[in-house]
């Protein structure tokens, strides 16, 4: 019998520490990195050589912000992010994790939120979800056939859901009694103990919840005072393990809440990762804020990390549902309304339209969304004439207002009518400044959610390329060995999990990559199929860049082909505790 089960030859090695990169040859043996060499392994030792000159050899890359929590049911493969070399994804971000609440309950604050359709959800919750508490569903997870790792977070609007119920949990008038506090308790002390990476908490009012019972109110999550709060991440900082939120995009100032939590004066600092750093081209400002807050935060013994996208942060919309509508009144006045004729109805009431341009033109505010229609572009339409133009365009041909024309096309073609804009990280020197931060997270794929709306699947691709690029150009961001690091070893540690790395000894999750691919337009868009769910979304397709995939020393990817038993067979991802 060979000795090893693979040799991979001749690849520039980056082992996810930052350590100097060099060319090297690796065995791989029994799902681990059995030996790391500069000297030439005799390929009668192996089953299978592995050329990977002229390429790279990095640690398989951490997805630290993906909703996959329903798909990993059904599509375990996860196969669109193990092909662009990702081989650990988180769940649970958001507060939005299914372990707690009903099945019900549990689609009901994701589907509307993530703009993943009900339908399809819930069915899948119905038939596979035979757990409520955080052991019992990791006792689960470790009998599906995982394609990647995977890593979570315990959800507060989940647990909260778990133990209140859904109506009472949305109820501002209501708080959790001390003994539903305790409950909360004691299931985050049983997650914690099961290995959960922590907290994750919402404070974002315009994520609703789906459903006929509770229909368009805000996530559980947003409802429970700061008291409740800093009570269960008493718990996160005893296991030191992290706290993820989300302030509230109306409120930048909530953030020093989170500041507060994270400081470590006379105890131990609370990690702490929020939602998100970056360059809005509506609020440019908060660009200086948040990274203000990070230094200060960081300065007084905190341990605190923005997320951060490497990438223009570009969405699509059908007609007027897209999520950011959410953060102004005459945006969410139409989306809290199901029916289309009943909406229709509203979009056409002059004195309606008279607050939507009254919202369209507060530029000063703070928001997500830039408010300006020329900077959307229309992309699909049953009128053919308007393919190609932004809505200021034709307002100004039909001699209308912006606001009118966007609102005209939307009753008359609906969900037919397709746009996008970039609504973020747009300059690129900032970009590049942003990313540069020691202290950030890169993250923020959003991963299996949004599946019309955002495809950020390559988002670990899209950050070598934008360091590749600065290095080639005399500019350069960080090192490529820093730039793994980033994606690979940085985050595993920070997180507290053995991942991230491919010294001897380390679990063989690994990618060759080619960098000569990065000459493609990572940031292009497609549609393809989300395995069992009977839909289409937008994905990423870079052919070129990755070659290979393995993860637990079992090929995912073969010369750029998924492998045919990835999320059918055993032994390839599995369920990583936090230490």
């Known amino acids: 019998m060979a000795q090893y089960d693979f040799i991979i030859e001749g690849g520039r090695y980056f082992d996810g520490t930052g350590a100097p990169s060099s060319i090297r040859n690796l065995a791989i043996k029994d799902g681990r990195v059995a030996r790391v060499t500069g000297e030439a392994i005799d390929h009668a030792e192996a089953d299978r ?9 990095t640690p398989g890359f951490l997805d630290t912000h993906t909703h996959y929590d329903a798909e990993l049911l059904v599509s375990p493969s996860l196969s669109e ?44 919750l119905k038939e596979h979800k035979t757990w409520s508490t955080p052991k019992q569903w990791v006792e689960h997870i470790q009998q599906v056939p995982l394609g990647p790792n995977v890593i979570s977070f315990l959800g507060h609007s989940d647990l909260r859901v778990g133990v209140m119920g859904l109506s009472r949990a949305t109820d501002l008038a209501i708080q959790p009694t001390e003994e ?21 908490t919402m404070c974002l009012k315009w994520d609703k919840v789906d459903g006929d019972r509770e ?10 005072k700061w008291k409740e709060v800093a009570r269960l991440n008493k718990l996160v900082r005893q296991y030191n393990r992290v706290h993820q939120g989300a302030p509230n995009a109306a409120t930048p100032l909530q953030i020093l809440q989170y500041v507060r939590e994270c400081l470590g004066w006379l105890r131990r600092p609370l990690k702490t990762t929020l939602i998100s750093q970056m360059d809005l081209k509506g609020s440019a400002y908060l660009t200086n804020l948040t990274r203000l807050t990070s230094v200060f935060t ?3 013994r905190g341990d605190f990390r923005w997320q951060v996208l490497p990438t223009p942060f570009t969405v699509y919309a059908d007609g007027i549902d897209v999520v950011f509508f959410e953060e102004f009144g005459a945006g969410e006045m139409a989306l809290d309304l199901k029916d289309a004729v009943e909406r229709n109805e509203l979009l ?14 507060e530029k000063l505010s703070p928001r997500v969304w830039q408010r300006d229609f020329g900077d959307a572009m229309i992309i699909d339409c049953p009128d053919q004439s308007l393919i190609g133009k932004n809505f200021e365009e034709v307002a100004k041909a039909r001699g209308v207002h912006v606001v009118d ?5 939307v009753v008359e073609f609906g969900k037919k009518i397709r746009w996008y804009t970039t609504v973020g990280n747009h300059r690129k020197q900032v970009l590049k400044r942003i990313v540069k931060d020691p202290r950030s997270l890169i993250t923020f794929s959003d991963a299996g959610a949004h599946i019309r709306n955002m495809a950020f699947y390559n988002l670990p691709l899209r950050m070598l390329k934008l360091v590749h690029e600065s290095i080639e150009e005399g500019d350069s961001i960080m090192t490529m060995e820093q730039a793994v690091h980033r994606l690979t070893g940085d985050q595993a540690d920070w997180f507290g999990i053995d991942a991230g790395k491919i010294r001897e000894g380390d679990r063989a999750d690994l990618v060759v990559l080619d960098p000569s691919g990065f000459d493609q337009n990572l940031e292009q868009v497609h549609w393809g199929d989300m395995e069992n769910f009977d839909l289409q979304r937008l994905v990423n397709r870079n052919p070129g860049i990755v070659k290979t995939v393995l993860i637990n ?24 505790a936090a230490s």
């Open 348 to 361: 056409k009431d002059e004195a309606y339209r008279r607050k939507f341009r009254k919202f369209y033109g």
């Open 81 to 124: 992010s193990v092909r662009h070399g990702v081989t650990t994804v988180l769940v649970g971000s958001c507060s939005l994790s299914m372990i707690c609440s009903e099945y019900e309950d549990a689609s009901d604050i994701f589907t509307r939120v993530e703009t993943v359709p009900r339908e399809r959800v819930l069915p899948i």
């Open 49 to 57: 050589v592995i050329d990977a000159s002229g390429k790279w050899v």
């Open 215 to 224: 229909w368009s109110k805000s996530l559980p999550s947003t409802y429970a």
């Open 180 to 200: 539903e506090m305790q409950t909360m308790e004691r299931l985050l002390k049983e997650a914690l103990d099961e290995g959960f990476l922590g907290l994750s």
């Open 405 to 409: 024309l966007f609102l005209d096309l």
């Open 298 to 300: 960081n300065a007084l």
């Open 553 to 576: 020393g079992k090929l995912a990817v073969d010369d750029e082909q998924l492998a045919p038993a990835l999320g059918r067979e055993m032994g390839y991802g599995r369920f990583i």
